[in-house]
């Protein structure tokens, strides 16, 4: 299986400040067809996951412009140019070039 | 609006069987792959089972391989997970999750989420 490694576990920030999430894959998330396939989720206390970036820095439909993501081949960063109050909740990168499907451990961001 | 509500989850004991529904509305739920996306209390993801629009390519994660069996009636706009020979380790909110294609699995992603449902494994 594709092993996903995020660091750090967890990030306190204060609001208005930048917060940057790395994610490491075991194997080249790059596609002969030339997508890299590489998403980030942001789960919100309480609630279920939601999509926010896909295949490294697309965001998703109606995600804040504050949100981007790159990188290539393994090492992939998902960045919030000024983090908000609601954006805390747990952020997981995840892969799906190849099965199973596997996320990273999770990175816990929180206000400080 | 896209909605998609599991249910079916509870209390099991080790070596029983339950079955998880997700009643999906808001998009036309025969054009898309569908998959289930588990959470172990206070743990991260881990996918679980996936099958394409029409059932023809399905997925199962090698936990559970054999014990559970996703499905789908398309014309009721619900998916199945049929869990058997439950585990103790089986316990976690199961999501139901929509993919952002027409199949499941290789270079999909899940669009949306449902909102979960507990299953809980003990004796």
């Known amino acids: 299986d594709v092993v996903m490694t995020q660091t750090p576990l967890s990030l306190s920030v204060t609001p208005g400040q930048p917060a940057s999430i790395s994610c490491k894959s075991s194997?080249?998330?790059?596609?002969?067809?030339?997508?890299?396939?590489l998403y980030w989720y942001l789960q919100k206390p309480g609630q279920s996951p939601q999509l926010l970036i896909y295949e490294v820095s697309n965001r998703f439909s109606g995600v804040p412009d504050r949100f981007s993501g790159g990188g290539s081949g393994t090492d992939f960063t998902l960045k919030i140019s000024r983090v908000e109050a609601e954006d805390v909740g747990v952020y997981y990168c995840m892969q799906s070039k190849q099965l199973p499907r596997t996320f990273g451990q999770g990175t816990k961001v929180e206000m400080k | 609006e896209v909605q998609m509500m599991e249910s079916g989850g509870g209390l099991a004991q080790p070596g029983g069987s339950l079955r998880l529904s997700c009643a999906a509305s808001?998009?036309?739920?025969?054009?898309?792959?569908m998959s289930w996306v588990r959470q172990a209390p206070g743990k991260g993801l881990e996918w679980v089972a996936g099958l394409s629009r029409n059932s023809v390519g399905t997925y199962h994660a090698d936990s559970v391989k054999g014990r559970f069996t996703i499905s789908r009636d398309n014309s009721k706009n619900t998916l199945y997970l049929q869990m058997n020979s439950l585990r103790v380790e089986d316990t976690a909110i199961y999501y139901c999750?929509?993919?952002?294609?027409?199949?499941?699995?290789?270079?999909?992603?899940?669009?949306?989420w449902g909102q979960g449902t507990l299953v809980t494994v003990s004796s």
């Open positions: 999750a929509k993919e952002n294609g027409a199949s499941s699995g290789y270079y999909e992603h899940f669009q949306l």
């Open positions: 194997q080249s998330l790059l596609h002969s067809d030339g997508k890299t396939y």
């Open positions: 808001g998009f036309t739920f025969s054009n898309y792959g």
